[in-house]
């Protein structure tokens, strides 16, 4: 059989060993690795995405020394007892036919504690703690440690180590004029700032012999102010080959860049230019990453010749079998990475283990398992949204009989809307995979039906599940019928005409989204070179960190987004995403209103007040109103059913509609299909 990705499934040969072909899983920190009691979880982690093809694995970051822990007591690599315990991760991946490396990251200044280290004593802003410099002495400390990790990663039974120089990790920050004022052998000129980078690539090698594989982790831009030139990265790139790396992943920006890099709203493959740039330089295979989720981006990629490898960390929580989907020539059956960051990196940020919005069982692999039914049961799955899909999904590949009734003419739910806000597209991606995997599982799809109670209990039904999602909330405002109003289903959705100037009542999740929508041209997907131009990235060659003056494109109508609630609009979005989308509505010049009062609408607008005085009343001249003020459960089924004594389960927005997201949804549907 030829195969659609002949250049992404060829192996390559590394001269003392072969990688079975060329995706690389990026290193994740999952949480998994801070504790010693949760090995035998992250080794079933790696051994499932192993298992599913990746050619290579790359572990969580784990820490050199104490002072580069991520967190007090986070994971770290730094005696033999540590070790030890790696050997089950290890033969569990080698068991399963893969290879793992081992991320070693010193955090530098991102150490969330007060003994952190880095070049200079230059406080991050995105950490109260402000580092201690190392003296001369104390950054040879750190590179033997480095190399000492190195080591015992191999005793370990890795395959090898990745060397993390970016991100704005303590190697980045030695590299950076930004952070390293020091004047001594370690700063200054760019070969003394990128000295420590190739010291620890130079000793590291030599302590682990010829046959183990070094990958160096590059940032290839900082995106920040005071970040490296392009010659620097360059020299640097050049100079970590020279000392023994075997392989240069590529990064994009500091932790503290005010760039988005992963987020959904970045174009796919959105640095890959980059990465072809840095790859003319040196000999060694150059990977490529962020934001590349399917097997036809990372085939083209790879087909130009910009990169030799393509690395994906999310995608492998997404689908662990997304290489194998690929080989059998079957993309449609891959369970896309929408890069919403819901259940990974917010996940990580808060100290909670790291799962998929998408694939509950990620992280979860000794724990939520879906074995095959012994008793094939008649299962009736009522609405296509997130969380009927996942209960009708995996119900049916277990093995049951399930019949999907959706009222709308397609499925998706919720995720109808999503995907038709700008930068988020890739929601699509999901309802094409439901699609495919309902019609292979043979889920018989009923859309365009909406089912009755007595018709679920004509059908003869063992139980039935009610997924019937949510309804908009319509509030109690006077002039609320005015014909100026209107849901956000029917402006995203239906697609309903909306004037030049318009008042969003409502700034949760879908308020947000929706000016966002408004602030738009609707183009079917974002170029390129418009998203560069409005976050200000340009040609790192041109600018030292590819840094460039924002220049959005301006939003086609006036938009007021308004909330109840007193404070800044928007603080109760994610932390990895919230960022984003703030900037993208200032960008846009969204006027952002606090503690407001609906006192009416009517045809000259919207009237509102301040306050619990109702002070400051103001009219806002707007010839449409969005309404997106949450969510009602629709559960008309539920009663009648109990009532005929059938069972009934009831999950997602039908559940409890409050803070509904679909990584509730999704895990609810997924965790009743474990159950029944
Ligand atoms: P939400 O986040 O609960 O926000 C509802 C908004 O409506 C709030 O701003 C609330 O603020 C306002 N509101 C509630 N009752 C009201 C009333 N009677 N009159 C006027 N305003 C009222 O719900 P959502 O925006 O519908 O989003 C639903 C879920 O989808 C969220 O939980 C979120 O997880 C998810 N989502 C997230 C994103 C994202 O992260 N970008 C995007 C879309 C959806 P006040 O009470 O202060 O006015
Ligand atoms: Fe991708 Fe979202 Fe899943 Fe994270 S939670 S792996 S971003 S789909």
């Known amino acids: 059989m030829t195969s659609s990705f002949p250049l992404l499934l060829s192996p390559l040969d590394l001269g003392f060993t072969t990688l079975k072909n060329r995706v690389i899983m990026g290193s994740m920190h999952t949480g998994l690795e801070d504790r010693a009691k949760n090995t035998a979880r992250l080794a079933e982690f790696y051994a499932e995405r192993a298992r599913g093809g990746v050619g290579l694995i790359v572990t969580g970051g784990y820490a050199p020394n104490r002072t580069g822990w991520l967190l007090p007591f986070g994971a770290k690599l730094t005696n033999r007892f540590e070790s030890r315990r790696h050997r089950t991760i290890t033969k569990a991946v080698h068991d399963a036919g893969g290879k793992i490396a081992l991320q070693i990251l010193h955090a530098g200044r991102y150490s969330y504690q007060p003994f952190s280290v880095s070049a200079s004593s230059i406080k991050a802003p995105i950490n109260p703690f402000r580092p201690r410099r190392l003296t001369g002495r104390g950054v040879r400390r750190q590179i033997r440690n480095f190399v000492r990790c190195a080591r015992l990663a191999r005793s370990a039974g890795y395959d090898g180590v990745e060397i993390m120089g970016g991100e704005g990790y303590f190697i980045n920050q030695f590299l950076a004029e930004r952070t390293n004022k020091r004047t001594d052998e370690w700063g200054g000129a760019p070969q003394k700032r ?124 997404a689908d662990p079998m997304w290489v194998r989907k690929a080989a059998a020539g079957a993309p449609d059956e891959i369970n896309t990475c929408i890069a919403c960051n819901q259940a990974c990196l917010d996940h990580a940020f808060v100290n909670k283990h790291v799962s998929c919005l998408l694939n509950p069982r990620a992280g979860r692999e000794t724990e939520l398992t879906l074995l095959p039914t012994r008793r094939k049961k008649s299962l009736a799955v009522v609405g296509a949204g997130p969380a009927g899909l996942s209960a009708a999904l995996n119900l049916a590949q277990r093995g049951h009989s399930v019949t999907l009734f959706e009222g709308r003419d397609e499925i998706g739910g919720q995720f109808g809307i999503a995907q038709k806000i700008p930068g988020k597209e890739e929601f699509a991606e999901t309802v094409r995979y439901y699609r495919h995997q309902l019609a292979l599982a043979g889920v018989d799809v009923r859309l365009g039906t909406r089912i009755a109670a007595a ?85 790192p060659e041109s600018a030292p960190g590819a840094l460039t003056t924002p220049q959005p494109s301006p939003s086609p109508r006036e938009v007021f987004l308004l909330q109840r609630k007193a404070g800044r609009i928007g603080s109760g979005l994610a932390k990895t995403t919230g960022w984003v989308h703030r900037a993208a509505l200032k960008a846009k010049g969204v006027e952002e209103l606090s503690g407001v009062n609906y006192e009416r609408i009517d045809d000259a607008g919207l009237h509102i007040s301040f306050g619990e005085k109702r002070e400051r009343p103001r009219m806002l001249n707007v010839d449409t109103v969005v309404i997106c003020a949450g969510q009602e459960s629709v559960r008309d089924l539920v009663d009648d059913l109990t009532v005929a004594g059938v069972t009934t389960h009831v999950i997602g927005g039908a559940d409890v509609a409050a803070e509904l997201d679909a990584k509730r949804a999704i895990e609810q549907g997924t965790r009743l299909a474990a159950s029944i």
């Open 194 to 317: 990128r000295r420590i980078a190739v010291e620890i690539v130079r000793r590291t090698r030599a302590a682990v012999g010829p046959d183990f594989v070094i990958l160096f982790r590059l940032s290839m831009a900082d995106l920040v102010e005071g970040g490296q030139s392009w010659d620097e990265i360059v020299s640097l790139a050049q100079e970590v080959e020279f000392a023994g790396a075997t392989i240069i992943n590529t990064d994009i920006g500091w932790h503290e860049s005010r760039v988005p890099t992963i987020v959904t709203s970045v174009p796919r493959a959105a640095f890959v230019d980059i990465t072809e740039k840095l790859a003319k330089h040196v000999s060694i295979p150059v990977v490529a990453s962020n934001r590349i989720n399917m097997p036809e981006t990372a085939e083209e990629i790879l087909t130009r010749g910009d990169a030799q490898l393509i690395s994906m960390a999310r995608p492998m929580l």
């Open 455 to 539: 018709d679920l209990v004509d059908g003869g039904y063992d139980e039935v599940v009610i997924a019937t999602g949510v309804t908009p909330r319509v509030p109690d405002i006077p002039g609320i019928d005015h014909p100026k109003v209107l849901s956000y289903a029917e402006v995203v959705r239906d697609g309903r005409p909306v004037g030049t100037s318009v008042a969003v009542i409502g700034a949760g999740g879908i308020g947000v989204d929706v000016s966002e929508f408004l602030t738009h041209e609707h183009s079917p997907t974002l170029d390129l070179e418009e998203w560069k131009q409005e976050w200000g990235v340009t040609d």
